[in-house]
């Protein structure tokens, strides 16, 4: 079965990461989810999110995909940290998925892994960005990287990552379930 690590930051777009969370499970997926630091996480807009445990523990594990959620704030504390950005640039060179969607895409950029690549992400995210070409879809995959624009494309782009994951038979099947 795919395992998914599902990094959270103070300040990450709770829509976002729950929303990728819970489509990924009901796929059977195991998802991990992991605090930059110990303790409870909250959310752009005030809601408590508590991750099952800190990225420090889990940065030895392999994942077959990172995703990172959105949110100014949260997109920010990810690409501050050093760690996220090394298990990245691991992730990429061992041909593996990265994903990330509304800001959070700008860590990807920061780390120079969307160099040469089509990406999209939030209006304005990306626009200083010259060395990717910028989408407007609401979903882009290029190669191993995926990326999406903000709260609204949350689902498609967790049933995006299902797809990828598991294939067309399961994403269809948890669609339906959730009566799209």
């Not at 060395?131 to 049933?159: E, H």
């Amino acid at each position: 079965m795919a395992t998914v690590l599902v990094p959270l930051a103070h300040g990450c777009e709770e829509l976002e990461a729950v929303t990728i969370i819970d489509v990924l499970r009901r796929a059977g997926v195991t998802v991990v989810v992991a605090g930059l630091e110990a303790g409870p996480v909250t959310a752009s807009r005030g809601v408590v999110l508590l991750p099952e445990t800190t990225l420090e523990a889990v940065l030895d594990q392999d994942f077959d995909l990172v995703v990172l959620p959105g949110g100014l704030g949260g997109a920010e504390r990810l690409e501050a940290d050093r760690r996220i950005t090394a298990l990245l640039r691991r992730m990429t060179e061992q041909g593996r998925y990265v994903a990330a969607i509304c800001a959070a895409p700008r860590v990807l950029a920061k780390a120079g892994l969307l160099k040469d690549r089509e990406a999209t992400a939030y209006p304005g995210i990306l626009d200083s960005q010259t060395d990717l070409r910028l989408s407007s879809a609401a979903v882009v995959r290029d190669g191993t990287f995926i990326t999406s624009r903000g709260p609204g494309t949350a689902l498609d782009f967790a049933l995006t990552l299902i797809e990828l994951l598991c294939g067309r038979k399961q994403r269809d099947s948890v669609e339906a379930a959730l009566q799209r």
